[in-house]
């Protein structure tokens, strides 16, 4: 099974390229959805340990969360310290379950794949990217987004430029979804080519 890396900065359309590599019939792995389904189960007890005014209703508040950790450099780390470990055992757990079942292709969607070095744990490393305008003015469009969330979570993350030179494939999100999709397929065709009688 050939395992790919999926990463990019905020915004850059991690999510969205997921499900294209999903829809084409990899296993994808989303570490975003994982950590959000963790702070409704295990991560609960550890979370409120650390952060009791996070928690409310037997359940993490990520805004709650997000206020008190963004922007607070040690605070973020002692998160970070809690959450990894939780994320790569439900990684190694999906990465068994997807080799056990036969998968050829499973992709992890880690948005800190590069920054924690974990570039190096994969077979490949997919970037996606966008102009900086085209990242600014998605990711301001969200609810609960402003300019210093936006900037807290900027300065967490490797530049993207710098992601860009580690990619082995990367993908430039801003030329629409059918040329995304192309390029997904295209991904997997390089890894996993389909064996065909005559191809041998
Ligand atoms: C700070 C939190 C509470 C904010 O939650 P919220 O629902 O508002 O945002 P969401 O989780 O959808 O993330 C928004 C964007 O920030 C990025 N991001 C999240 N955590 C981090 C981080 N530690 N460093 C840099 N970028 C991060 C995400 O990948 C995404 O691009 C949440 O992101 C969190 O708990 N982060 C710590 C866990 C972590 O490191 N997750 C990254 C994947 S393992
Ligand atoms: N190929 C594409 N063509 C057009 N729009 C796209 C494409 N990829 C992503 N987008 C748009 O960009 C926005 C951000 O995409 P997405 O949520 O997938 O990013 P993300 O990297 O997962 O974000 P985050 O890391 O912040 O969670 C969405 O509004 C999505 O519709």
Redesign the pocket.
């Known amino acids: 099974m050939i395992v790919l890396g999926l990463t990019g900065s905020?915004?850059m359309g991690k999510s969205t390229t997921a499900a294209l590599f999903r829809a084409a019939g990899a296993a994808v792995h989303d570490?975003?959805r994982s950590?959000?389904a963790l702070?409704r189960g295990r991560a609960v007890p550890l979370i409120e340990a650390a952060f009791p005014d996070a928690v409310a209703d037997g359940a993490v508040d990520?805004?709650r969360?997000?206020a008190i950790?963004?922007g607070d450099d040690a605070a973020?780390k002692r998160?970070?310290a809690i959450?990894?470990p939780l994320?790569r055992e439900e990684e190694a757990a999906f990465l068994a379950g997807a080799s056990a079942a036969g998968r050829r292709v499973a992709v992890l969607d880690?948005?800190?794949l590069l920054?924690t070095g974990r570039g190096r744990a994969v077979d490949a490393v997919v970037v996606v990217t966008a102009d900086p305008a085209v990242q600014r003015a998605r990711v301001l469009a969200r609810p609960?987004m402003d300019e210093a969330r936006f900037a807290a979570?900027l300065a967490?993350?490797m530049p993207d430029a710098e992601k860009r030179r580690r990619a082995h494939f990367l993908i430039d999100t801003g030329h629409g979804m059918a040329f995304a999709e192309r390029a997904v397929a295209a991904i997997l065709r390089a890894v996993a080519p389909i064996r065909t009688r005559c191809g041998g």
């Open positions: 905020v915004g570490a975003d950590v959000h702070y990520r805004a969360l997000g950790v963004l973020m998160l970070e959450v990894h994320v880690v948005p800190l920054e609960g979570i967490r993350q």
